[in-house]
């Protein structure tokens, strides 16, 4: 077999009679009989594991621990928006947007956890988040 570079591999070099597999000079060996195997089945496709279903489900495989981080992560989100309320308010610049994105905050879903120290700091997080809500459609609405 030769090798033609990058391009693939070419015609043997040499040019002559094409001999049977195990042909030597002008012996050759019997070949077996190769009893043949039947084809492969092909498997079931992927679609049903790449359902949106199943990574959801697949994503949710948490323990206690991993619904304490998104729970703290959730809070924090909710946090950091109420600081950018703040600082649009005594900026003047306040604006549907920023309403709109803490009530997407408090939107997500709240994942329970077992401490209950944590759970009384998230319902005041999320009660300032509705109080803060609540006075900016009461303002929306006298403008």
């Known amino acids: 077999m030769k090798v033609n570079g990058p391009s693939g591999v070419g015609a043997p070099a040499g040019s002559g009679k094409a001999r049977p597999a195990g042909a030597v000079g002008g012996f050759s060996l019997p070949t077996p009989a190769v009893p043949s195997t039947p084809a492969a089945a092909p498997t079931g496709g ?8 199943a990574l959801l489900a697949l994503q949710d495989v948490g323990g206690p621990l991993e619904r304490k981080r998104r729970s703290v992560g959730r809070a924090g989100r909710i946090l950091d928006v109420l600081d950018i309320l703040k600082h649009a308010l005594l900026g003047g610049e306040m604006g549907a947007a920023d309403i709109e994105s803490l009530r997407s905050a408090v939107r997500d879903e709240r994942l329970q956890t077992d401490d209950p120290g944590l759970e009384a700091v998230l319902d005041e997080i999320e009660t300032r988040a509705a109080v803060e809500i609540a006075k900016l459609e009461q303002a929306a609405r006298r403008a």
Do not use: K, Q
Not at 46 to 53: F, H, K, P, Q, Y
């Open 46 to 53: 992927l679609g049903n594991i790449a359902s949106v279903g």
